[in-house]
């Protein structure tokens, strides 16, 4: 069984992803990490993120050790992963690895924003998943605050804002819904009930008719 979970930043998407997997004993790939791990590569090679040539050469060359850097996390590199993942060369060298990963024996659960659209188009369940700004803002300021940051909710609301423009709007496999996509709206929903939620959908998509 392949699992697609889409949706914008700090929609809770990557929460869901791992308790889904969990629950359902699948692989789990969290693929924002493919497009964080360029963003931190490119840098560190002393180059900008929209540098597209140092972007591209980051991205053919990334292997799988470069996922468990903890600065992955980072603002910074949030911001920076939405900069690289718009150029088409970089996303056209990071689909092997996803379709790979989707196509394991096991199934998989993959997180992302083109996960329905463009990786996995014939998974077996699509999810999109949405919040209010307010609300996923105010999600993001409490794991940035947790993790020592000193940023501001305005700030935070801000950098979401950009983010979910820059992503919506780029040409190359833009965020967005798959027409057989199931939304599920979690501004007024805490984890327990969002992975209720999206269980009872799987279930209901995956049942036999
Ligand atoms: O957790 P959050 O949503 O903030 O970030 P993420 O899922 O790690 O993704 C960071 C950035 O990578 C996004 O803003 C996207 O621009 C890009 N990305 C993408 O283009 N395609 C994906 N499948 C996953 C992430």
Redesign the pocket.
Known sequence: MIIAI??????G??TLAIKIAEHCRLPHL???????AVAQRTIDSGHAPSDEQAAIHAAKTLDAAALIDPRLRDRTI?EG??V???FPGV?AALIDY?KRFAAQDAGAVL?????GTV?CPDADVKLFIIASVEERARR?FVELSRRGGTISYEEVIADLKK?DA??ADRAA?P?KAAPDAVVLDTTHLDPAASLQAALDIIAQKTQAP
């Open positions: 889409d949706g914008p930043a700090a929609s998407k990557g969290d693929t924002g990490l493919l497009y964080r949030g992963a939405s690289v993942g718009a996303r996803q997180d992302g924003r083109d996960i990786i993001r983010r820059r992503d496999a965020l």
